[in-house]
């Protein structure tokens, strides 16, 4: 199949899926998005002048990806007839105590969790905390 390019793609020709990155602060959530992402929103990365200078996200971010449609959902006629492309929007939740009202205004736009943890510590507690937050505001 001919790869298609994205910027020729209308954008009712593309399916969103809101991705909540969590994790506790420090783990490296804004690290992946940033390797992974393609499109950036102004508030994306911790653009902010205070998110630099406290060293920690305090805003959610945005930034997001394109990919073919997978399998499972391009073999669904539904969606094969409606979308040529599937967008992985990143929403990038700060991972400090303090800010759990934050993530939580984030977990109320999500489709699903990527939960981040730094392999060499293990669970922390706000890594325990994302996992309630994903367990109530997501099905998948």
Same mark, same amino acid.
């Given at each position: &199949?001919?790869?298609?390019?994205?910027? &020729? %793609?209308? #954008?009712?020709?593309?399916?969103?899926?809101? %991705?909540?990155?969590? *994790?506790?602060?420090?783990?490296?959530?804004?690290?992946?998005?940033?390797?992974?992402? &393609?499109?950036?929103?102004? #508030?994306?990365?911790?653009?902010?002048? /205070?998110?630099?200078?406290? *060293?920690?996200?305090?805003?959610?971010?945005?930034? #997001?990806?394109?990919?073919?449609?997978?399998?499972?959902?391009?073999?669904?006629?539904?969606?094969?007839?409606?979308?040529?492309?599937?967008?992985?929007?990143?929403?990038?939740?700060?991972?400090? #105590?303090?800010?759990?009202?934050?993530?939580?205004? *984030?977990?109320?736009?999500?489709?699903?969790?990527?939960?981040?943890?730094?392999?060499?510590?293990?669970? /922390?507690?706000?890594?325990?905390?994302?996992? %309630?937050?994903?367990?109530?505001?997501?099905?998948?």
């Amino acid at each position: &199949k001919k790869e298609m390019d994205p910027r &020729k %793609v209308p #954008a009712e020709r593309i399916l969103n899926l809101n %991705v909540g990155v969590l *994790g506790h602060v420090d783990s490296g959530k804004t690290s992946l998005v940033k390797t992974l992402s &393609k499109i950036l929103s102004t #508030a994306a990365l911790d653009k902010s002048q /205070q998110s630099r200078q406290r *060293g920690i996200t305090l805003d959610l971010g945005f930034s #997001a990806f394109l990919v073919p449609l997978p399998p499972r959902i391009a073999s669904e006629e539904v969606y094969r007839e409606k979308y040529d492309l599937l967008q992985i929007t990143l929403v990038d939740c700060p991972g400090h #105590a303090s800010l759990i009202r934050t993530i939580i205004g *984030g977990a109320q736009i999500i489709d699903m969790v990527l939960l981040v943890m730094d392999a060499t510590k293990g669970i /922390q507690t706000q890594t325990a905390e994302c996992l %309630v937050i994903a367990e109530m505001t997501t099905s998948n």
